[in-house]
């Protein structure tokens, strides 16, 4: 698909695009009843169609088993709503939010964990009062030193409103960093324009922006681009993947991810444990196996591509490092184990 050409918005639009069978429309709708489908044209141009396991159509085109919910799967699997103080606020954290200004995304991840809350059928942008409340409650806890803009897609904001909550938020002394969650350097790289990453930087803040991504190709020509708008601004990137089964759960597409990342200026920030949302189960790798895969990668790519695996407790627990752990003992004699699966005696005998 090529400029000028619309999303993908149902399953009738998937089959008149030849991306699935003309019998699976009536299951596919079934799934969109539940959970929001969109695909750019960007993410349609990157899908393999003679390759039945292309991990770009994995991630975007929905599939029947999404309407499979296993015992431990949950609607809320981070546990957001134990943290909403008000609409729009997620403190988890003493010293930062997360305000939710929508929940509209460009593109709708078939694993997302927040697929219950986004979409037409979510829960849809903050009022201008539920933001007014939002705003108010990060300026009357001095505490919060960091603003993390997420939702859905922030960056499918007008700049217009965009700059408008980004001002509003200058204003704040205490707080001292913004930081984006978004999709749309990949997903929808055209939206990336002189206006976009003006707005992005209204606050006069130091501006983060933790850029989306679960496999190497995703890095396309148009996107490698609006990353570079993003970098030469002085807009600092970071990185932000889930591992998924047949997508990137294998060491040389891990590592060609996270090189990628490094070559357009993105430090390797978070790989994700898949979360607990429903219908998610065919994404779910291990964490034994996610374990030995990040332990791969040290001995495979520089530590400058280096990502920390982490889990969110189910519940609101928040974030846990769950990296295999390559150390073990006390009493100062420990043994050490190497990229290779080798244990070593520290200090040496």
Partial sequence: MGAGKASLKSADDLVAAGLVAHAQRDGLAAVAKRYAIALTPAVVGLIDRNDPADP????FVPQLAELVTTPEERA????????????????????RVLLKAVHVCPVYCRFCFRRE??????????????????????ADH?????????????????????????????????????????????VEPERVDDALI???????KTTYLAVHANHPREFSETARAAIARLADSGVVLISQSVLLKGV???????????RGFVENRIKPYYLHHPDLAPGTSHFRVSIEDGQKLVAALRG????????????????GHGKADIGASSISGGDGCFTVRDFRGEEHRYPPV
């Fill in 56 to 59: 770009m159509a994995r991630q």
């Fill in 300 to 315: 495979t790519i520089s530590g400058l591509c280096q990502p920390t695996y982490i889990l969110d407790i189910p519940g």
């Fill in 117 to 138: 809350m986004v979409g037409p059928q979510g829960l849809g942008t903050l009022t201008p009062e539920a933001m007014d409340a939002a705003i108010t409650y990060i």
């Fill in 248 to 258: 990137n759960d294998d060491v040389p597409t891990l590592a060609a991810l996270m």
């Fill in 76 to 95: 809320d699997p981070i546990g957001d709503l134990a943290h909403s103080p008000v609409e729009g606020i997620v403190h988890r954290y003493p010293d």
């Fill in 142 to 186: 001095p505490e919060i030193w960091e603003v993390i803009l997420t939702g859905g897609d922030p960056l499918v904001l007008s700049a217009r409103r965009l700059r408008d909550m980004m001002e509003r938020l200058k204003g704040i002394d205490h707080l001292k960093i913004v930081r984006f969650h978004t999709r749309v350097p990949v």
């Fill in 198 to 204: 003006s707005a992005l930087k209204a606050s006069g």
